[in-house]
């Protein structure tokens, strides 16, 4: 496989995760795409699958652990929505340079069901047409599927979904209809994801926000409840939409090394969720289509680039660290920087949560934070999504050269509580927490540009003296157009 060097940074390390060897610096993006997919020559044991022979029939006739060959051009399935190929437990596809697996518009998935590792290496899979919200490969959400050096495009739905230990290893990801990778499964949710290496680009071209107003459904990547992510020297760009979202009861993600430019949307948009390092990665021009929007229609909301919402450090949950740290990174001529919200009316159990029937992982269940019994801690603190525990330091946040009005700000804030009329949670009383006593702090950076800076509320719009002054105190030892620091 080939590599593009897209930026003049310095290359760091390589890490090495099965036979796909990974450039893990936001410095060396990994322009699969344009190499396209790995293709491989014929095991000696491999069953060959020729252009016009069923790979699902041939899957079902041969034992669990078969390798297949797929040889030069195009394959396809049967002609009807419900063929797929069912593969079984340690199964391995592979396919020869020019081998396609084609959906010809007709076919929702390509691989099914729930066999335990299987490999899928060096396959063009495209043309699928997925349900909203269903991927085409590993569309049960299987169990340790390894996914490499494929191309995947020009479906529709999710090029694929994800399962417990899924490793998805340089691929392209690209012009899929809503997303690149939905990492969701139902029941007990994913653990030990790892997505490196990967081209992630243009994905979400049936623009589902517009479609389908509020529905959350769209970007490059989409997490729910995953618990322990890796997600490391990936390129991601050019997604309608965000570029990576984490939505509701994630934990423990890594987020390094990766190259994250031009989505419409946040480059990484982290909801509900807790325990997450970001660092050393390069965020650029992000956020413009969304933070131009907000500005033409009048709202003053900071948009931003890295977005936290209702997410915090949770000590009580096992992860690699119990706090979010936001550090080392470049953020480039991006709408905003960095966003911490924490919804006053947003709690389990209220009617103003979207993630409706969910509740925080340190609730058993709604019940738990009824209107009798939320008032009184440990449900007063328990039933909220915190955003807490967050260090943001050593980061260079450079804003765009035009940059006026709503955009280049950083923020932390809350709106005054007022839903539903029960809450504990009405007034300022989020505001002050979020802003003053929830260990959210910045520090030791670097701004190049104009920045300013929003605080406890959308209209607190401050300079950098009242920013670094009390009662904020925030941004100890950064420095603004070179003076500053310590």
């Not at 729930?114 to 495209?126: E, F, N, Q, Y």
């Not at 190049?448 to 002054?469: E, K, M, N």
């Amino acid at each position: 496989m080939t590599w593009a060097r897209t930026t003049a940074l310095t290359l760091s390390v390589i890490l090495t995760a099965g036979s796909f060897t990974a450039v893990a610096s936001a410095a060396e993006a990994p322009a699969v795409c344009a190499s396209g997919p790995a293709g491989s020559s014929k095991p000696d044991n491999a069953v060959v699958v020729d252009p016009g022979e069923h790979l699902s029939i041939k899957t079902s006739e041969n034992p669990p652990g078969t390798t297949f060959w797929l040889s030069p051009g195009t394959h396809t399935l049967a002609d009807d929505a419900y063929s797929q190929v069912i593969p079984k437990d340690g199964n391995v596809y592979l396919g020869a340079p020019g081998a396609v697996l084609d959906g010809q518009g007709v076919n929702r998935a390509a691989f099914t069901q729930l066999a335990k590792d299987v490999v899928i290496r060096g396959l063009t899979i495209r043309g699928f047409a997925a349900q909203q919200d269903q991927g085409v490969v590993n569309h049960d959400s299987g169990e340790h599927w390894v996914i490499e050096g494929n191309v995947i495009e020009d479906n529709r739905g999710a090029a694929m979904m994800a399962g417990p230990r899924q490793e998805v290893l340089g691929n392209c990801i690209r012009n899929n209809g809503q997303y690149g990778i939905n990492a969701y499964r139902s029941g007990n949710g994913i653990t030990g994801l790892v997505i490196e290496g990967n081209e992630i680009a243009g994905n979400n071209t049936e623009d589902w926000e517009k479609k389908q107003p509020g529905c959350g459904c769209s970007g490059g990547v989409k997490f729910w409840a995953v618990d322990g992510a890796d997600i490391r020297g990936n390129w991601v760009h050019h997604n309608h939409g965000a570029g990576l979202w984490a939505d509701t009861n994630n934990n423990d993600f890594v987020i390094e090394d990766n190259l994250i430019e031009d989505n419409e949307a946040e480059a990484l948009f982290y909801e509900i969720s807790y325990n997450l390092i970001v660092r050393s990665n390069v965020f650029r021009r992000n956020t413009l289509k969304m933070g131009s929007d907000f500005a033409a229609r009048g709202n003053n909301f900071p948009v931003a680039a890295v977005y936290l919402s209702e997410s915090g450090g949770e000590p009580r949950l096992t992860a690699r660290t119990d706090m979010i740290e936001i550090a080392e990174n470049v953020f480039e001529d991006n709408w905003g920087g960095l966003t911490l919200w924490e919804n006053a009316d947003r709690f389990c159990n209220s009617p103003a949560n979207t993630s409706t029937g969910t509740c925080t992982r340190v609730v058993s269940s709604p019940s738990d934070c009824s209107e009798s019994a939320i008032t009184q801690r440990p449900a007063y603190d328990d039933c909220r999504w915190k955003t807490q525990r967050v260090n943001v330091h050593d980061n260079t946040f450079q804003s765009a050269a035009d940059c006026s009005g709503y955009c280049g700000r950083m923020a932390v804030l809350s709106n005054f509580g007022t839903y539903p009329a029960w809450s504990p949670y009405r007034g300022a009383v989020v505001s002050d927490a979020v802003t003053f006593d929830q260990d959210n702090e910045w520090f030791s950076n670097t701004y190049i540009g104009h920045w300013s800076f929003v605080a406890h509320d959308a209209s607190r719009s401050l300079d950098v003296g009242a920013w670094q002054a009390a009662p904020y105190g925030q941004d100890v030892c950064s420095s603004f157009g070179g003076s500053g620091g310590c």
